[in-house]
Nanobody, 123 residues
Framework: QVQLVESGGGLAQPGGSLRLFCAVT????????MAWYRQAPGKQRELVAA???????NYADSVKGRFTISRDNAKNTVYLQMDSLKPEDTAVYYC?????????????????WGQGTQVTVSS
């Protein structure tokens, strides 16, 4: 079974930094795109940043220049470095990965989610 294990959330002051980690564990063939989403109270879940297996990235306009997504393919881990944090960054952050697994003699692709980690930005 594939699992995504997140860590690194917490409390930060405005202007501060946090780093999120997400490790993919279990039996699988390959990990394709990985991403971070967030959901604030009363709002829909939104894409924060994504990265392909080749390292191409894209970001939500609201975090460009402040957040950096990266991955270590050898460790099956994706990171989110969050700098210059703002109160509006407060949310539960979820890791997402598109993972290919063997299903019999065929490869199947599926989306997997982490359990979520709380990020609170407040003075």
């Amino acid at each position: 079974q594939v699992q995504l294990v997140e860590s690194g959330g917490g409390l930060a002051q405005p202007g501060g930094s946090l780093r999120l980690f997400c490790a993919v564990t279990g039996r699988f063939f390959a990990i394709d795109a990985m991403a971070w989403y967030r959901q604030a109270p009363g709002k829909q879940r939104e894409l924060v940043a994504a990265i392909t297996s080749g390292g191409n990235t894209n970001y939500a306009d609201s975090v460009k220049g402040r957040f950096t997504i990266s991955r270590d393919n050898a460790k099956n881990t994706v990171y989110l470095q969050m700098d210059s944090l703002k109160p509006e960054d407060t949310a539960v952050y979820y890791c997402n990965a598109n993972v290919r697994r063997w299903s019999g003699l065929a490869l199947s692709s599926g989306d997997y989610w982490g359990q979520g980690t709380q990020v609170t930005v407040s003075s």
